[in-house]
């Protein structure tokens, strides 16, 4: 396994991408990411964006600011590669329940396979990270955890859900990754019948959570964003825009 290894073995830094800002819009807060500008370099990525990437992995995914008739988003372009961006975030996922988002994509992947090692690759997904909270943990996870620090220096997340745009996984279903239940991937698109149309999403990650793993969720760690097609060596191309965090309306 590779990508989901070094999941394992840098899972902190599976967090939100996007540069945060506090707001307010109709009487709610929210925590608006992904307001996008042109960066400052040449292939640069706007101030505050980290890019997530795999020791395993030589080829990254490429991912650029472009103009996208009135405003700016971002372009994500893999082949045979896989690499993300994420930035940090800690909000209890009570107050901040909802993420939205937009995003398009160019292809699906015709030897991806939701249920398949070596099929676990996609051309749009958004990972939303949860803490591990060692006051909460059991005996077990202290241990399997605190290990985890000793080597790394930080403790990976409890659990991550990732919403995907599906190669073949029917829109609405959710199941295990092919490589740890600790991470669960739900079909919120699924196929080519909508490739090439910007669409928004909106999540109820505390429901999610709870009906995925059965409890109540922990505090939001983060989310990254990843458009990777290492694993089929295939080559995929997407855009997101307008990533959010709020309250339920």
Partial sequence: MRKTRH???????????????AAWAAGEEIVLLGRLVPPTAPEGLPDGWKPLTFKNIAATTRYSIVSDGTGFVLKAESRAAASGLYRPVD???TAYPILSWRWK?????????????????YAGRVYVA???????ATLWE??????????????PPKAVINYIWANRLPKGTAIDNAFTDRAKMIAVRSGPQEIGR???EERNLYEDYRRLFGQEPPRIAGVALMTDTDNTGESAVAYYDQIALRAVR
């Fill in 142 to 155: 202290k241990t399997r955890y605190g290990t985890y620090k000793l080597f790394y220096g930080e403790y």
């Fill in 7 to 21: 999941w394992t073995s840098a899972a902190a830094l599976i967090v939100f991408m996007g540069i945060a800002a």
């Fill in 130 to 136: 949860f803490q591990y909270d060692p006051e909460a």
């Fill in 91 to 93: 909000l209890a996922p």
């Fill in 198 to 200: 910007w669409l928004g």
């Fill in 105 to 121: 994509v160019e292809n699906v992947l015709a030897k991806g396979d939701e249920r398949r090692k070596e099929g676990d690759d």
